[in-house]
């Protein structure tokens, strides 16, 4: 697949997860709903290894790639479901968004992207501004809406060093094995947890979570991670985590129309200072400093440079 077209595809499959997430939850539990994912989606994948004819390999860069990678995944699909039972949908879609940020500073330390300028400093304050007016000023009134909030920060956090890290060891894999293997590593994590803390199976699973458990493990877990590692390899990883500010605005609308979420405008408008302060990350070198200097932008698809970081395999 090209790579504007994985973009897309991502954009879309991460833009309804947040929703389908919470209706997953119904009747099972969170834990329910993310081990039963993750479980179908193991399966897919390895379909899809047999498929595709893509053995996984097991040298040391490949072995660490998948542990690395499901690690991350376990961590915070595990936070993501849990903070999603506190949180409106559309909202764990704009927390996650911040994943640019804690990306590129991890990028810069680990990859030596040049990805921190002037530019994206004053946009990162912008969204931590978003962030704490959320905090101190949206609060929605709940303990469990902050816990929910620090929830989401943490899955940001786990993923984006996992995404760097697993692009530093670029071991040269193909989509299909990063995310074959590192279902393999994470989905007895999730079982094992589902077990221990809960272990019961539910008697009657509405149809709508059913659905959106079948949903998320072909195309949220199966193709979602792959298209996502697909990308990982062909940009840069502070580029690639645009996707992370396109799909909160779809996420909000999705909420809002099909799940009738509320979000006080308080929150709303912490959601918009953050949405603003990404735009400008995201931008604000193209269209102040490059314009500035009277240099091209360069495009968000193209393949990385001398000096970038890109796929050596």
Known sequence: MSVPAAFLAVVLIWSTTPLAIQWSSEGGGFLFGVASRMVLG??????LVALLRRPLPWHRRAMETYAVAGL???GAMTSVYWSAQHIPSGLVSVLFGLS???TAVMAALWLGERSLTPIRMAASALCLFGLWWIFGRGGEGSRG???GLLGMLASVSVHAASSVWVKRLDAGLHPVQT?????LVGVPLFVLVWLVADGRAPADVPARAAWSIVYLAVFGSALGFMLYFHLLRRMQASRLALIAFITPVLALLLGQT???EVISRHTALGAGIILLGLALF????DLIGRRVRGCEPRSLFRAP????????G
Do not use: K, S
Not at 179 to 183: D, E, P, R, S, V
């Open 179 to 183: 995310t074959t293997g590192a279902l």
């Open 72 to 74: 991350g995944v376990w």
């Open 42 to 47: 193991v399966l897919a994948c390895l379909a």
């Open 258 to 260: 099909l799940n009738g």
């Open 305 to 312: 440079g001398r000096g970038e970081t890109g796929n050596r």
């Open 100 to 102: 640019p940020v804690v």
């Open 145 to 147: 809406f902050a816990l």
């Open 282 to 285: 995201h931008w604000g070198d």
